[in-house]
Structures are given as C-alpha cells and as structure tokens.
C-alpha cells in the first residue's frame, strides 16, 4: 500500500479538480477485516482534504463503504478498528476533517453492489488475483484432473491449465469492471493493486513451497493423492498485457497508469530470518488455511504449515523471495 500512495493521491487530487463532489463516495472492495481497510480511507480522506484545501474549497463529507465476501468478519473490523477510525477524525490529526459515514457492503465484488452512478472513487488492494471460482474445466467431465500433482499453473501443467485459469480471469475481470461501470459516476476513478505475473507462463513462487509440502505429504501417506490431484488454487496472476487487453475490451474505463513492482514475501528484508519466515509462514496461514482445510481437512494444516516453513526459509535467505504486483489507475469514460 506505501507503493501505491503516490499513485493513489494523483488520482484522488485528479478527481477531486475534475469533479469537486460535496460528498465523496468511497467503496474499498475486498477491505479484509483488518487495520490495513481503514488506513487506505485515511489515506484517501487526506489527499481528498488536501485537494480540497489547494483550491479553497470547503471540507468534504465521506461515504465510505467496506466491501468484502458476506463471510467476512466485519464484526472484528467495526468492533476492533472503527472507534479509533472515528476518534481520529474528530480530533482532527492536524487535518480538518468533514463528516465521514462509514458502512458495510457485504457481496461478491464479481457483481453490483451498488446503485447506479453511486460512487465516485472505487479502491481495491490484493484482492482481485482471488477468482469467483476454480475454473471449472480444470477437471473434465468424466471427472478426470487436468492439473495432476499441482496446486495452480506450474511448469509440469498441460497447456489447457493455463488456457482455463486464464478463461476464468477473463470472465471474471469483465463482471468486475462492467459492475463498477454502472456504479461509477463519469469521470469517477478506480486505484486497484494486486498480484500479477512478468510473463504469462510464469509460476507463482509462493505456491511452490506449499505445492511441495503437500506433494511430501501424499508421499508419506498423510494426504490421499487423489485429494491433491483435484485440488487447484481459485486465483490467477495476470500479466501487465492481459489487464490492459481486458480493460480495453470492456472498453467503459482509461487506462491512467499501469505499473508493477515488487513487494518482499516478508515485506521488511532487512529484519533477521527467523522473524521473515514467521511472518510470511503467518500470513499465508492466515490468507490460506481455509481452503486447505476443506480440501485436505483439519488434522493436516499443522505439519502442512511446518514443513511450509522449512521450504520457504531458503528462497527468504536467498532473497528470491518477492511478491510481483500490478498497479492500475483508471477513469471512467464519459
Ligand atoms: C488478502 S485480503 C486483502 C485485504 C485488504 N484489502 C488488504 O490489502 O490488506 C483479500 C480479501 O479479498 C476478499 N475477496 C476475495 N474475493 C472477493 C470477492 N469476490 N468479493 C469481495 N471480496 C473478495 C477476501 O475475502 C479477503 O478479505
């Protein structure tokens, strides 16, 4: 998110110039439940307050609106984060801040979900390589896996992996920014980063020690291979092309920028090793558990997120440890 600040405070200035809405509508889709929902409304609500200060104008009032999956625990956002968020405001921080309303939206962002030309600023960060489902053809009808031994597009997958994970990305995409087109006023913006790929037969580098715990497992008997071999990760990781073919196509958005960098898998390579491996060991539990629990049950995520942590200490030591992200700032076309 610091990676994506300037960015986001261009965008925020440029359209607060262009449009000097009374009111600012906000939605941060795929918000999560943690601190990071409420530090990118800050974020925006100062570049707003900024922009709106350079040209003399009076403070804005915000409707904030926190998107996520319906199971997503907005109980911990709103009790743990909204008290201090609201306390901020009203003391000002050294900004005067307007009135700021803040809601859920619980609902699938592959979908409406909100009113026509409601919004004027749509953000999103690390959400959108998550697919509304696994591709469906990755197992063929006679119930045959396509994607035997993997987790996700890796170099021993048959071309057809690939040609259906990116299907699905496609399929998917268009829904999400058809949806936010009818939700987005004319000339409102879009600010969306997530995990995306240098070339389209790229494998992910952070689903490869998890590939290989679990391969191990099968091997000693731990997990069934059969549950593996059906098993396939819903995310896709698009290249800088396929966003702009898709954005394109849709044909409702300008591009503005399209930019990538890189982010550590630990985020801070300059703290000792043991503390990365703990922290990224942390956060891919905490983003993945889930949906290994379903596939491979509860008993195994234990030993599957020990040997997780032996197999990521060498790429961390070796520094080849980094996540690669896409940056992208749109308009919406009049
Ligand atoms: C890794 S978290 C990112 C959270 C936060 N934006 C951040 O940057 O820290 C990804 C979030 O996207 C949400 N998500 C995934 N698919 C979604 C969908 N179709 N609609 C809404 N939210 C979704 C997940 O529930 C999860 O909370």
């Known amino acids: 998110m ?6 986001l405070e261009e965008s925020i200035r440029e359209l607060y110039e262009a449009l000097k809405p009374k009111c600012l509508m906000l939605a941060d889709m795929g918000c999560g439940s943690g601190p990071n929902a409420f530090l990118v409304v800050s974020e925006i609500m100062e570049a707003m307050n900024e922009a709106c200060k350079n040209l003399n104008r009076p403070v804005l009032e915000f409707g904030v609106f926190l998107n996520d999956l319906p199971g997503n625990d907005f109980n911990a956002l709103f009790l743990q984060f909204l008290p201090s968020f609201y306390r901020q405001i009203e003391e000002g921080d050294g900004c005067n801040f307007g009135p700021c309303f803040v ?4 609902k699938s962002f592959y979908g409406r979900a909100f009113p026509t030309q409601f919004l004027h600023f749509v953000h999103s960060s690390f959400s959108l390589h998550w697919l509304s489902q696994v591709p469906k053809g ?3 009808n006679e119930g045959v896996a396509l994607n035997k031994g993997n987790i996700h597009i890796a170099k021993t997958s048959p071309p057809g992996v690939h040609k259906e994970y990116y299907k699905q990305f496609e399929m998917d995409f ?12 004319h000339g409102g913006r879009m600010v969306l980063t997530f995990q995306g790929r240098i070339q389209s037969n790229d494998t992910n580098p952070i689903l490869e020690p998890i590939r290989s715990a679990l391969h191990d497992m099968v091997l000693e008997g731990v997990i069934d291979e059969e549950k593996l071999d059906m098993f396939n990760m819903p995310c896709y990781f698009p290249t800088v092309e396929e966003v702009k073919q898709s954005v394109e196509a849709e044909g409702s958005f300008t591009l503005n920028k399209l930019e990538t960098f890189t982010v550590d898998w630990s985020v801070d390579e300059t703290q000792n090793l043991r503390d990365r491996v703990e922290f990224v060991v942390k956060s891919i539990r905490s983003v993945m558990e889930s949906l290994f629990t379903s596939a491979f049950g509860k008993a195994a995520m234990k030993d599957l997120f020990l040997r997780f ?10 520094q080849t440890s980094q996540y690669f992200n896409l940056l992208v700032s749109m308009t ?3």
């Open 2 to 7: 610091a990676k994506a600040k300037q960015v």
């Open 138 to 140: 990755l197992v063929t």
């Open 174 to 185: 268009n829904v999400f920014l058809r949806s936010r087109a009818c939700e987005v006023v």
């Open 332 to 334: 919406r076309r009049a």
């Open 309 to 318: 942590k032996d197999k990521v200490e060498e790429p961390l030591a070796r």
């Open 103 to 106: 809601s859920a939206t619980p």
